[in-house]
């Protein structure tokens, strides 16, 4: 009968030119360098040896070595049950390191040495190409660099076909990008379709990607990936960004660590996100995962955190109709949203005080004056701050009579809980139904707001 596998990891490693200094083990978590996680260290014996042991089960992927001093670390590849050592030279990477029983390990060091001699041609092919003084001579060059990268993706290709299942072979894959077929390209009514690349190119972007295999989460390749293809390859379309989110937590789905890094990456980055929109993607994936009770991860405060912030966002994501107020006038009558007709309004908060707003209020009159009126725009400035001479003070210096005013001495609009101000100024654009078309603008992102909307009136943007 066979013996049933261990469970952990063994791991033996002596390094030749450090003494008597603590060697920390460490892995990657879905980001690349600097970022790793120390899990465990060890001073070395004076045999310049330290031991690394776990008996309950790991999940395997690229580990690291660093000693105390951290003037140089080496990677590994460590998987459930490993049991090997490692004897290494830390003045001479990677050539300096020698394995026992892990033959996958000594694979790695053979690509890494391939790696380095690639590296150091490059760099002589860089100083003869910026000498280069004919145009053949720069031809020639760029074709070695196309050679080289062709070796080194037959040399991925070779290796992943020999060696199924290995977590290398698993990294070799996940590094490969798209290579579009070459030739024209035709849509259905014989015109040349100009997006092909573009398509093909998104479509196949995760090929190579095993969702399925945890292993990966212990490698600097993750976060890349996710930040290329949500913010360079994805259309800035929330509705867009949704849909492909979907797509791929689907297919991470029963995975413990890749489908859980990459749902906490896709709500943070949609939050922090500088593209006017993207929190409504924050709040589909709060209310389609967290609040559905799939972030199991999440302490209870953590996951209220994440809530929270989801519902006071939700009442502005963008194309929904505005949370109707009430402010007080210049003229101590009751004003309401709803009863502003107008092709567009502009609904200013505010804060007297608020040195940015002061910065702001010139540029926001001229643009009203020179732009903004012509369109159709009425501006509504809602004063957050209770004192009624300072408001009516601030009115008369920047000149904006012409705006419908007012202010909510007895914070009976609750206007903070419906349009999320938590910073002055904070301006929405809205359109005749009252639906937001523009939010979190300044005087000089407002055109171009009322330009998209125009373009999305007209047919001419889906």
Known sequence: MAATAKDGYKVKVTLTDKHDSLVYLAYYYGKSLPTIFKIDSAKLDKNQTVFF???EKITGGIYIILPQDKSSYFEFLLNNGDDFSIVASMKDLPEGIKYKNSQENTDYIVYQSFLKGLAEKQQKWQKDYAASKTSKDSTDIRDKYQAATDELLAYRKKYANDHQGSILTSIFKAMETPKVPEGKHYLPDGKVDSN???????AHYWDGFNMKDD??????????????????ILIQQEDTVCMYSDSLLSRMKGTEDLFKFTLNWMSTNAQTSKVMGMDKVFVYLVENYYMKGIATWLGTEDLKKFIDRANEIAPTIMNKKASDFTGI??????????SVKAKYTLVIFYDPDCGHC???????????????KARGVKVIAFNVDKEEQKW??????YKTEEWINVYDPERKSLYWRYYDVQATPSIYLLDEGKIIRGKKLDYTTIPKAIEINEMRRSGKLK
Not at 220 to 232: A, G, S
Not at 392 to 397: A, V
């Open 215 to 232: 292993r990966l989460i212990h490698t600097p390749l993750l976060e890349m990936k996710l930040e290329e293809y949500f913010n360079k």
């Open 392 to 397: 009516k003070d601030f009115i008369k210096k």
């Open 53 to 55: 042991e776990k008996k």
């Open 329 to 338: 006038d210049l003229n101590k009558k009751e004003l309401n949203l709803y």
């Open 358 to 372: 002061q910065g702001e209020m010139p540029h926001l009159d001229s643009l009203y004056d020179a732009d903004l």
């Open 196 to 202: 092909f690349g573009y398509y093909y190119y998104k």
